[in-house]
T-cell receptor, first 113, second 114 residues
Framework: GEDVEQSLFLSVREGDSSVINCTYTDSSSTYLYWYKQEPGAGLQLLTYIFSNMDMKQDQRLTVLLNKKDKHLSLRIADTQTGDSAIYFCAPSRGPGGSYIPTFGRGTSLIVHP | DTGVSQDPRHKITKRGQNVTFRCDPISEHNRLYWYRQTLGQGPEFLTYFQNEAQLEKSRLLSDRFSAERPKGSFSTLEIQRTEQGDSAMYLC????????????FGPGTRLLVL
């Protein structure tokens, strides 16, 4: 099955950029998602990238995909204290896999003033 | 849209008791998913429905777990003879026919088995 690896923690200063990295193993992954989870809450879909793209930008968020190395990253520009949360990388096989994502353990982003 | 709702938000039960959770998806979303999230882990897929049909079940879904979606709208997840290892957050998500790749998650039901 799919394995998804992420660093557990990332600490940044307010106003800096944050980069959260993820590696996965399933080369059949076609939709690669980033979710955000605040304490005690459900998951919020932030963005996703299709496997035939190598970059996607959405306001402060930039997703980079290196399909050859199976490496995905999420960059948050001008990080704010409200961005403090757990971020999950979650690849899926798309329609062939019923769009069911496999989640990593998540990266806890801590933003300090 | 009011979003995906789940009830109850918290449940404390004693080992051996049965519990049932409810999920109301976004109106007209035909797909409904259940996930389980234990402390410090990401969500793990349990099962999903397309309309009233249960199309896929994870091996995590033991015989003590059963899910239904009788009219293709809300869904229930029942755990029989709960064990301490069932303590987790149970998350529900839904997606529409036109945007199947986008799942919207509910706030979850946190279960604690004593």
């Amino acid at each position: 099955g799919e394995d998804v690896e992420q660093s557990l923690f990332l600490s940044v200063r307010e106003g800096d950029s944050s980069v959260i990295n993820c590696t996965y193993t399933d080369s059949s992954s076609t939709y690669l998602y980033w979710y955000k989870q605040e304490p005690g809450a459900g998951l919020q879909l932030l963005t996703y990238i299709f496997s035939n793209m190598d970059m996607k930008q959405d306001q402060r968020l930039t997703v980079l995909l290196n399909k050859k190395d199976k490496h995905l990253s999420l960059r948050i520009a001008d990080t704010q204290t409200g961005d403090s949360a757990i971020y999950f990388c979650a690849p899926s096989r798309g329609p062939g896999g019923s769009y069911i994502p496999t989640f990593g353990r998540g990266t806890s982003l801590i933003v300090h003033p | 849209d009011t979003g995906v709702s789940q009830d109850p938000r918290h449940k404390i039960t004693k080992r051996g008791q049965n519990v049932t959770f409810r999920c109301d998806p976004i109106s007209e979303h035909n797909r409904l998913y259940w996930y389980r999230q234990t402390l410090g882990q990401g969500p793990e897929f349990l099962t999903y429905f397309q309309n009233e049909a249960q199309l896929e079940k994870s091996r995590l879904l033991s015989d003590r777990f059963s899910a239904e979606r009788p009219k293709g709208s809300f869904s229930t997840l029942e755990i029989q003879r709960t064990e301490q290892g069932d303590s987790a957050m149970y998350l529900c998500a839904s997606s529409s026919t036109r945007r199947q790749e986008t799942q919207y998650f509910g706030p979850g039901t946190r279960l604690l088995v004593l």
